[in-house]
């Protein structure tokens, strides 16, 4: 029996993929092309292109088993491998145009390129039916027939999704030491959306997961569940801390989550402490007055065209950095009140350029702060090494100065420091070998302790805890192996340690551990603002799961410009200068970058020498009494700390450091030997670490 003429054209074609298996198939449309709906989640597709299918459960599919998440992923990272490969052998049509259709493996790089080039640059997919874009195409090489907007916004995405999913998932499978950091943000939409970040050890930043919460109550046990489920996901054993800010529900969640994984530490983002300084420091009279009066100067010069041009004829005749004065924060324009009657008092007026002086003091050494905090390379000395420079730049404050403001101030730094002081932070430093020194006498018991908590909550056991605080007290001694050199600004602490040959590995694998973990939460908001960029600025009807897919890829190619760019910045043609892997980066990083015109660059030079100053209360106050907690904890004057602080604002005092020179050169460093006669501690999980530290020192 024949069949009819319309199951004949059913019949016809290929033969069904094999992600068919993993959909239940439903009616046809017109063209014969069938509806699917996947398995595992639900969702359904009105028209179920392969593509499509591979892509949502290589990249979406959250309820897909790993195997097949895995699977699917490799499979576009194996296209992708192929479509790259490049014939060796020139031929003459490379060297000049043709009409001749390229050769599938070129056309199909080109269409990578293309992809990758209109989701990095936030450009709009329509512009490729643009006639404009398509002559140029054309002038480029008129064999490339370019992709529509469809196949470019469809198949062409999810390949390149797929392929930056895969080589992710499989760099994490091989990495130990992971850090998790998150943080909320409310986008233009009113969408209340959350950020997953994974950090490598490396100071590569991958954007895991972007989840809009905005229907569920931000409870601490609700987060804590969601980072439970990445947790899960990537393998909780392969992390080493989770950071945020510290939020009652997020410091909640960490809490949550460190109960259920004590050897995952719980980090507060240090340089959201810092600011919190910088906020609490301008809240006083003295700073928050002259700032109203910068306010009004910045807007008088932005809103009166003739100021302001002369004002920039100045900067430039003078070479003053910065590109002219920058509000404090946005202000309203009231330019019908700015008059000169406002204006020429604050000009006139002698204190107004000191005070600029005193408050820059203060405010730089935070500023400077905050920028070494914010790094992807950051580490958890960085947080105790600046603190310390923030303590160092209080001990040089000139001798005459406003004592209100100085007190308020040391006062502020004080109640942070002392909130944010965590043990992780002083063992990190002193695990640095640049900073081993800079202890101060009656320190060392403290870092024996914090050393055992941590070892205890690897669940390590006495025996193991014994090793490492005696390897713990040859680095302190400088004995072998830990007296290597170590050369700042080539080394760094990873490297240091990592060339360590030292057997059995306990204290070796800690410091790795410690240093691998990145204190801030700043990788979220790079990401919200990358977010931004592409939603507020382009296109505000991004759904979230499609706007997670572009920061994946953006945050994949930033992290790995030097390694997926094969041409660029290697010296490969004549005219181009090799690049090191931070000037790519930087490079790509700015061409990513949308800045707003208040944004640019706002660093002002600031004056070499401090003179005497008119104060407000005319007291002077002497250096010696000015003391900030971190004071009790190390020497703030070492020279490997007040080296990295701008000598141009430190006065020549030799009174300052007086007090400070019985650091831990000459702390008594007699340790009691261990009994041999007593239990080696093999096999105990639960003992006091306090016993453990008076055994060593």
């Not at 000009?347 to 408050?359: E, M, Q, T, Y």
């Not at 202890?439 to 025996?463: C, H, P």
């Not at 490079?587 to 020498?609: F, G, H, M, T, Y």
């Amino acid at each position: 029996m024949d069949l009819p003429f319309e199951l004949k054209l059913l019949k016809r074609g290929r033969p069904k993929d094999d992600v068919w298996q993993h959909y239940l198939e439903g009616e046809r449309d017109s063209q014969g092309h069938a509806s699917a709906v996947c398995t595992y989640c639900n969702l359904k597709y009105s028209r179920g292109e392969t593509s499509l299918l591979k892509g949502h459960l290589a990249n979406h599919c959250m309820k897909a088993p790993g195997n097949v998440i895995r699977m699917y992923q490799h499979n576009f990272e194996e296209n992708a491998k192929k479509k790259m490969k490049i014939n060796g052998q020139l031929t003459l049509n490379e060297f000049h145009d043709k009409d001749q259709p390229l050769p599938k493996g070129k056309s199909d790089r080109i269409d990578k390129a293309l992809t990758r080039f209109f989701i990095c640059c936030g450009v709009s997919f329509r512009i490729v039916e643009s006639p404009f874009f398509l002559d140029f195409l054309q002038e480029l090489n008129s064999a490339y027939n370019p992709s529509s907007r469809d196949i470019l916004t469809n198949r062409l995405f999810e390949e390149e999704l797929g392929y930056v999913n895969s080589k992710v998932l499989r760099e994490l499978e091989a990495t130990k030491n992971l850090t998790l950091a998150l943080d909320g943000w409310s986008s233009l939409n009113h969408l209340s959306i959350w950020n997953f970040t994974i950090l490598t050890p490396t100071n590569k930043e991958y954007i895991y997961q972007l989840l809009d919460l905005s229907s569920n109550s931000h409870t601490g046990e609700f987060i804590a569940e969601k980072i439970e489920d990445i947790l899960i996901r990537v393998g909780a054993e392969k992390f080493s801390a989770i950071v945020s800010d510290n939020g009652s529900n997020v410091r909640k969640a960490r809490g949550i989550i460190q109960s259920k994984h004590p050897y995952i530490e719980d980090v507060r983002c240090i340089s959201h402490c810092v600011n919190l300084i910088s906020c609490d420091i301008v809240k006083h009279p003295f700073a928050e007055n002259l700032l109203k009066k910068i306010n009004i100067l910045a807007n008088f010069f932005r809103n009166n065209a003739m100021a302001g041009a002369k004002l920039r004829e100045l900067i430039k005749s003078m070479n003053v950095k910065g590109g002219g004065i920058v509000t404090f924060c946005k202000t309203s324009n009231y330019s019908n009140i700015l008059s000169n009657e406002k204006i020429k008092p604050i000009i006139r007026s002698w204190n107004f350029f000191n005070d600029l002086k005193v408050l820059a003091f203060i405010l730089k050494p935070l500023r400077d702060t905050i920028l070494l905090l914010e790094r992807s390379s950051a580490n958890l000395s960085d947080c105790y090494l600046g603190m310390a420079c923030i303590a160092a730049s209080m001990k040089k404050l000139p001798r005459t100065f406003n004592q209100k403001f100085k007190n308020h101030c040391i006062s502020m730094i004080n109640k942070r420091l002392e909130e944010f002081d965590d043990d992780n932070y002083l063992l990190a430093f002193f695990l640095h070998p640049r900073f081993r020194t800079c202890l101060k006498y009656g320190v060392w018991q403290r870092i024996v302790i914090i050393a055992g908590k941590v070892a205890k909550n690897a669940e390590m056991d006495l025996e193991c805890s014994r090793i490492l605080c005696s390897q713990l007290l040859m680095y302190k001694n400088n004995e072998r192996p830990f007296n290597q050199p170590y050369s700042n600004g080539i080394d760094d602490p990873i490297k240091w340690w990592t060339s360590m040959e030292l057997e059995p590995p306990y204290l070796q694998s800690l410091a790795l551990r410690l240093f691998s973990i990145c204190p801030n939460s700043t990788s979220c908001e790079r990401g919200f603002s990358m977010c931004g960029w592409i939603c507020n600025k382009r296109q505000l009807r991004l759904e979230v799961e499609r706007l997670e897919s572009i920061a994946k890829i953006i945050s994949y190619y930033r992290s790995n410009t030097h390694s997926e760019f094969g041409f660029y910045g290697k010296g490969m043609k004549k005219e181009s200068v090799k690049l090191s892997d931070s000037e790519i980066n930087a490079i790509v990083n700015d061409s990513l970058a949308e800045l707003e015109p208040e944004e640019e660059d706002d660093d002002v030079e600031i004056i070499k020498k401090i003179q005497v100053r008119r104060t407000t209360d005319g007291h002077p106050i002497s250096n010696n009494q000015v003391v900030v907690l971190i004071e009790n904890t190390i020497n703030v004057l070492h020279q490997n700390i007040i080296d990295g602080l701008d000598k141009d604002f430190l006065e020549d005092d030799n009174n300052l450091i007086e007090d400070n020179l019985n650091n831990d050169d000459n702390e008594n460093n007699n340790c009691d030997n261990e009994n041999d006669k007593e239990e080696s501690g093999r096999g105990i999980i639960n003992y006091n670490v306090e016993d453990l530290a008076k055994r060593i020192c």
